[in-house]
């Protein structure tokens, strides 16, 4: 969704809008994220300060993770807040060194036009834990039979010795 800033220029911009599920597209870099589970309602507040604009908005709703530990999927709320600072470009570096000392995002913009969709996609990615776990004791994959271990108990976790033992140990069970 592309806004044009101009439309803000002599006043603030109130926009509040949902995205429903088929919104977001996979990330070829990133698969933790999976989708939104249900409609994300979006809120965003634009207003010119000079020659910059301030974003403000929040996110709210439900996505739907991967588990690092356990592979498996699983719904996340989302609750997000941000505030994002957009300057024309090109602007001095050092003003870019000042404007980081905040706890704003700042982007530099070449034209009057955002996608507002790349920030929304940044903003929940930015809310999403660095390690995503379906629950905080996630018992994850058996290294050795890749059994889930949330959901069944495999023979590999009591036994000890060398992987390569313990596979023949399996071979032999199997018989
Ligand atoms: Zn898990
Ligand atoms: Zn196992």
Same mark, same amino acid.
């Given at each position: 969704?592309?806004?044009?800033? $101009?439309?803000?220029?002599?006043?603030?911009?109130? %926009?509040?809008? $949902?995205?429903?599920? !088929?919104?977001?597209k996979a990330d070829e870099y990133d698969n933790s994220v999976l989708g939104l589970d249900t409609d994300m309602d979006v809120s965003i507040h634009i207003k010119r300060a000079g020659e910059r604009y301030i974003l403000e908005g929040s996110l709210l709703g439900r996505l739907i993770l991967r588990c690092d530990r356990c592979i498996e999927p699983f719904r996340f709320d989302l609750k997000t807040e941000f505030r994002w600072f957009l300057v024309p470009y090109p602007k001095q570096i050092q003003?870019?060194?000042?404007?980081?000392k905040d706890?704003? #995002?700042v982007v530099f913009? #070449?034209? !009057?036009e955002i996608e507002l969709d790349d920030i929304i996609r940044a903003e929940i990615y930015l809310a999403v834990p660095m390690k995503i776990l379906c629950k905080e004791d996630c018992a994850? %994959?058996?290294?050795?039979?890749?059994r889930n271990l949330n959901k069944e108990k495999c023979i590999c976790k $009591? #036994? #000890?010795g060398h992987p390569a033992f313990m596979k023949l140990k399996d071979l032999l069970n199997n018989q």
């Open positions: 969704m592309i806004f044009d800033l $101009k439309t803000a220029f002599e006043n603030p911009v109130n %926009l509040r809008f $949902k995205l429903s599920p !088929d919104w977001w003003e870019e060194i000042e404007l980081g706890d704003m #995002s913009i #070449s034209e !009057d994850g %994959l058996c290294p050795h039979c890749g $009591k #036994s #000890s």
